[in-house]
C-alpha cells in the first residue's frame, strides 16, 4: 500500500523537453490544468501528495519519477542517461533525505532512470535502454540486495523506458503490450493485453487497488476493469507530446 507521493510542478520550460513522440509542444496552460487532475486521482486513491515546484533550469523535471527509485528500505538516487537531466538529481536527494535514513546513488559509468524500473513486490525488474545501462543497473540491483529486495535485467528492443509497455497491478497481474507479451521472464505472471492500438495505456499505475489509466483507451479499461479494478481515468495528452505517462509523474512510497 502506498501512503505518499512526491510529484513536481511542470515549468513554462517543459516545451523545450526531450521527445520522440513527433506530436509538437505540450500546451503548458492545459499541462498545468492536467497535472492538478492527476494530484487529485492521487489523493482520491489515498495518498497525502508533496508538490515540488516548478525547476526551470530541466525541462523534464516533472517527470520525477525517472530520477529516483523508493522501496520500503531505501531510496536509491538514479543517474539519468539523457544528460540534459543529471542536475535533477541534486533537489531530489534534499527532499528524500525528510523521508528516508538509507540513501543510495548510482554512479558514473552507470546510468539508470526510474522509468525503466518495475517493483514486483521485493523484486525489481531492469530494462536496459537508451537511458539505462548495465553498470546502472547492476548497481542498483547490488543496493537492492544490500537491503533485502532483489533485482534483474530485461533488454529492451523499441521502447524509452521498460514501464512504456508495462505495468504490475498487484495480485499476479501484469499489464502487457508489444514486445513484452513474448519475454520468458514475464510469463509467469496473468498478462492483461494491451492492443498495439492502445499501447500508451500500458503505461498505467496501481495504486491501493485502484488503477489510474489514461483516458480515451476503452479496451485497455475495460481490460483492466475486467480484471476487477476500479479504474479512475486521467488526461495527460500534453505529457504524452515528451513521451511521459502516468507512471513518470510521481514517485509514490
Known amino acids: 500500500m502506498f501512503t505518499r507521493a512526491i510529484v513536481r510542478t511542470p515549468g513554462k520550460s517543459m516545451t523545450n523537453g526531450l521527445t520522440t513522440a513527433g506530436m509538437g509542444p505540450p500546451d503548458y496552460e492545459q499541462a498545468i490544468a492536467q497535472h492538478a487532475e492527476y494530484i ?3 489523493k482520491a486513491c489515498g495518498l497525502e501528495v508533496m508538490v515540488l515546484k516548478e525547476d526551470e533550469r530541466y525541462p523534464d523535471s516533472t517527470f520525477v519519477e525517472d530520477v529516483a527509485l523508493l522501496t520500503g528500505d531505501c531510496a536509491i538516487i538514479m543517474n539519468p542517461g539523457a544528460p540534459s537531466r543529471r542536475g535533477e538529481t541534486a533537489d531530489i536527494k534534499k527532499v528524500l533525505r525528510e523521508h528516508f535514513t538509507n540513501i543510495e546513488e548510482v554512479r558514473e559509468p552507470g546510468t539508470v532512470e526510474g522509468g525503466d524500473i518495475l517493483m514486483v513486490g521485493s523484486h525489481f525488474f531492469i530494462g536496459l535502454s537508451k537511458r ?3 553498470s546502472g543497473a547492476q548497481q542498483v540491483i547490488e ?3 544490500k537491503h533485502g529486495m532483489s533485482g534483474s535485467m530485461t533488454r529492451l528492443e523499441r521502447v524509452l523506458h521498460l514501464k512504456t509497455g508495462l505495468a504490475y497491478l498487484e495480485h499476479n497481474n501484469l499489464v502487457a503490450c508489444g514486445e513484452f507479451l513474448s519475454k520468458e521472464e514475464f510469463q509467469r505472471f496473468n498478462i492483461l493485453r494491451i492492443d498495439e492500438e492502445e499501447s500508451y495505456a500500458a503505461n498505467c499505475l496501481w495504486l491501493n487497488d485502484r488503477v489510474l489509466i ?9 481490460t483492466i476493469e475486467s480484471s476487477g479494478y476500479s479504474t479512475i481515468e486521467v488526461d495527460v495528452s500534453e505529457f504524452r507530446k515528451l513521451d511521459g505517462g502516468l507512471s513518470c509523474l510521481s514517485l509514490r512510497f
Open 40 to 42: 487529485e486521482a492521487l
Open 132 to 134: 539505462t545501462n548495465e
Open 214 to 222: 489514461p483516458i480515451g483507451y476503452p479496451r485497455a479499461r475495460q
Open 143 to 145: 543496493y537492492l540486495e
